[in-house]
């Protein structure tokens, strides 16, 4: 599994779980949410600190945090704005983790020394 | 073992050591059988549960035989396990702990007819009114200052089958113990670095000493997993040469330098994730952001800087949301709540005694057996970093902070005594870290005897889990007779209805929260009563009142408000009797009345005992 692959993921996932949502196919859209907003939507960047981490259950359970904390965040910034429908819930967290995920991988592919820096600590 | 609860006329409703070779593999088979069968006679137990022999004592009380002959099962198969682990390390390192896990944490679970504590009910009717809004009104209660934790679980939960969500609710526990012992695991992995198997014994204490109850759905249990997130991604960098910070801190270099000092991650990655952590909690719960502050007080202490980039960052931020998002709710009890601070023995009071000040002597045992359990704890924890700090057992020191670490969050029991739970919030974030030093004083025996002290110690410790983790089950969890009570009072619900329960436990508020508000008033046999009922209902312009009386209402009265037994049923009985009052449903202990309003109140009545849950 690569970053790049979780990312495409937690974008088709947020996709299809926002179009169940519109349509009303709310019982796949719920689950599809479950599945994206508490382990996909962090999934990428957790993956990016696996160097560091170095432990897949690690990993797991940060993308898990990760997801829930990212999902949480945006969930607060809808309910600021009186917008916190379901549809913009899991689209709001999906953009949030799409954009980190997006920065960061950049990042890290350019520098290509997470660990290079990490030893020179 | 059910009860049910039926309308009157037509209305009905409805869970190492190297052993000769020839024997290590058919251990690892035998133990792995022998665990499998443990569970499951844990689980057929906890199923076949008899809800009315759940006494004072809870859970213990009801239980059959069948739970303790799977307890004695795990008890060997983690021996067993344990014995084979140089063969399978990763395997038995994982399997010992998730078994006890589903002995433990996911069996008792299973025993309830719905998903036990009438929280959860609350906070998925917050989730609700997120739902019908589009937005969190903290008028409606507190908890809408920190709606992020609501928020997320909108589109998951909000139109679920009742079924699957209660089958989500009861799992939930398990999904956070599993997160938090693998994240226990590794930060024990990397404070002893040199000694196999410290991660699952780290992780087989946590399971077995976590009784606080705080993982069921909530934000707290959010929190205590993000708290340790930010601090296995700190924790996650190479350990360099001891002597940077040490030199310059010699006292508190007693608690942690085994090994060398660790560097913090560095990473642009790491800190976005440190951030996302740490802003995913302000936004969801009030107390953990405290206790993630103290903790990385406590890491910067010790060396690590970006525990002071962050501590600034999340510290300002936590301030600053308290001081704007919070303010509807606290401004008109500033003074309240800051009479509290800075008064830690008082908060301490109102935590242990103040809450079994008129207990019956069963929930009193609970009380005392919780007592004791936290302090063991809390002492075990001065005794070893104390121990470490001396030279002589310098080896014992691990490469993190974990005294210090377990020690800070007593801090926050000199903020407030929040609402009396502030000693169990200390405890849930001093446990990782000090089941980690347990753990390592349990790896300090010879390796011939570990395979079998450890699981000895969780079968000695289980009884004293049991009762504490489970021992207010008899108001706690939710019977059929509770859960159908409510689902008759929200059918029968009108516009203008006024909702009364005699306390919080039931599993209530599910719905509606924000239409109509849901009270709580004493309940008594006195016409007086009924007329203040009557005259809140005026002053609020309500013009129906229905009152619900449940099994588990009724037992927390009888064992935390000395109430004889059954006093809502008794009450409930004399309400019937009484003029402008209607049965709308009865049966099992439960009871759903409905009270007319009349168009003048009673001079004499006094609305004022009865209270909102709003600001709970």
Avoid at chain 1, 94 to 104: N, S
Avoid at chain 2, 89 to 115: D, K, S, Y
Avoid at chain 2, 495 to 512: E, V
Avoid at chain 2, 586 to 602: K, N, S, T, Y
Wanted: proline share 6%; with cysteine; charged share 15%.
């Amino acid at each position: 599994m690569t970053i790049r692959s979780l990312t495409l993921l937690s974008l088709g996932v947020g996709i299809a779980s926002v179009l169940a949502l519109l349509v009303g196919l709310r019982s796949i859209g719920g689950v599809l949410a479950l599945v994206q907003l508490c382990g996909l939507v962090g999934a990428p960047l957790a993956l990016i600190l696996n160097r560091q981490l170095r432990s897949r259950s690690v990993v797991a359970v940060l993308s898990v945090a990760l997801s829930i904390g990212m999902s949480a965040l945006a969930a607060q910034s809808l309910i600021w704005f009186d917008l916190a429908t379901r549809p913009a819930l899991v689209a709001t967290a999906t953009a949030y983790g799409l954009v980190l995920a997006l920065l960061l991988a950049e990042r890290d592919a350019a520098e290509g020394t997470g660990r290079a820096r990490e030893l020179d600590a | 073992m059910t009860s049910t609860i039926e309308r009157p006329a037509e209305a009905t409703t409805e869970a190492v050591s190297r052993s000769p070779q020839i024997t290590q593999s058919p251990m690892l088979g035998i133990g792995v059988a022998l665990g499998a069968l443990g569970l499951l006679l844990a689980i057929v137990a906890a199923r076949t549960t008899d809800f009315a022999d759940v006494d004072g004592y809870g859970l213990i009380s009801a239980f059959p035989q069948t739970y303790w002959f799977g307890v004695a099962a795990a008890t060997v198969a983690s021996a067993l396990l344990l014995w084979s682990a140089p063969r399978s390390p990763r395997f038995v390192g994982a399997a010992v702990p998730a078994l006890w896990i589903g002995v433990l944490h996911t069996a008792p679970q299973l025993a309830h007819a719905w998903a036990r504590f009438s929280i959860v009910y609350i906070h998925l009717g917050f989730i609700d009114v997120i739902d019908d809004t589009a937005t969190g009104d903290i008028l409606i209660d507190a908890r809408f200052a920190w709606p992020g934790f609501f928020g997320l679980f909108v589109p998951v939960l909000a139109d679920l089958d009742p079924q699957v969500l209660d089958w989500l609710m009861r799992l939930w526990p398990t999904g956070i113990t599993i997160a938090t012992a693998v994240l226990v695991g590794a930060l024990a992995r990397r404070s002893y670095p040199n000694r196999p198997l410290i991660g699952s014994v780290s992780a087989l204490v946590f399971i077995v000493l976590s009784w606080t109850g705080q993982d069921y759905f909530s934000p707290q249990s959010l929190g205590f997993l993000l708290y340790l997130a930010i601090v296995i991604v700190i924790e996650s960098g190479p350990l360099r040469p001891q002597g940077s910070w040490s030199s310059v801190a010699p006292i508190l270099s007693r608690f942690a330098t085994a090994g060398g000092d660790r560097a913090e991650a560095r990473q642009p990655a790491s800190f976005v994730a440190l951030l996302i952590l740490g802003f995913g909690a302000i936004a969801s719960h009030p107390l953990a952001p405290f206790f993630i502050c103290a903790g990385l007080a406590m890491l910067g202490f010790y060396g690590r800087t970006v525990a002071w980039r962050l501590l600034v960052i999340l510290g300002f931020s936590y301030l600053l949301w308290v001081y704007v998002a919070a303010q509807p709710w606290w401004g008109p009890r500033l003074e309240e709540l800051t009479g509290q601070f800075g008064s830690f023995f008082s908060n301490f009071e109102s935590s242990t005694e103040e809450r079994t000040a008129l207990s019956s002597p069963e929930h009193l045992v609970v009380a005392q057996v919780r007592t004791w359990v936290g302090l063991a704890t809390f002492l075990s924890t001065l005794f070893l970093g104390s121990l470490m700090a001396a030279d002589r057992f310098r080896a014992l020191r691990p490469t993190l902070p974990l005294a210090p670490l377990a020690g800070i969050p007593v801090l926050a029991a000199a903020l407030q005594s929040y609402g009396g739970e502030i000693i169990i919030r200390v405890l849930l974030f001093t446990l990782p870290m000090a089941s980690i030093l347990v753990a390592r004083m349990l790896l300090a025996v010879p390796r011939s005897v570990m395979p079998l002290m450890v699981p000895v110690f969780m079968a000695a410790l289980t009884p004293a889990f049991i009762v504490a983790r489970f021992g207010n089950e008899s108001f706690e969890m939710t019977t059929e007779a509770d859960y159908q009570a409510v689902q008759v009072l929200y059918e029968e619900m009108q516009p203008g209805t006024m909702l009364i329960a005699d306390n919080s436990f039931l599993p209530w508020g599910t719905q509606n929260r924000h239409t109509h508000d849901h009270l709580y008033s004493r309940a008594e046999i006195s016409e007086a009563w009924l007329a203040d009922l009557q005259a809140k209902a005026i002053e609020r312009g309500n013009d129906d009142i229905l009152v619900v009386f449940t099994p588990s209402q009724s037992a927390f009265l009888e064992h935390v408000e000395s109430a004889p037994p059954d006093s809502l049923d008794r009450v409930g009985e004399w309400m019937a009797t009484q003029p402008g009052v209607r049965v709308v449903a009865q049966g099992g202990g439960a009871w759903v009345l409905g009270v007319d309003v009349p168009d003048e109140v009673d001079p004499d009545a006094d609305a004022s005992g009865i209270v909102s849950a709003v600001g709970s």
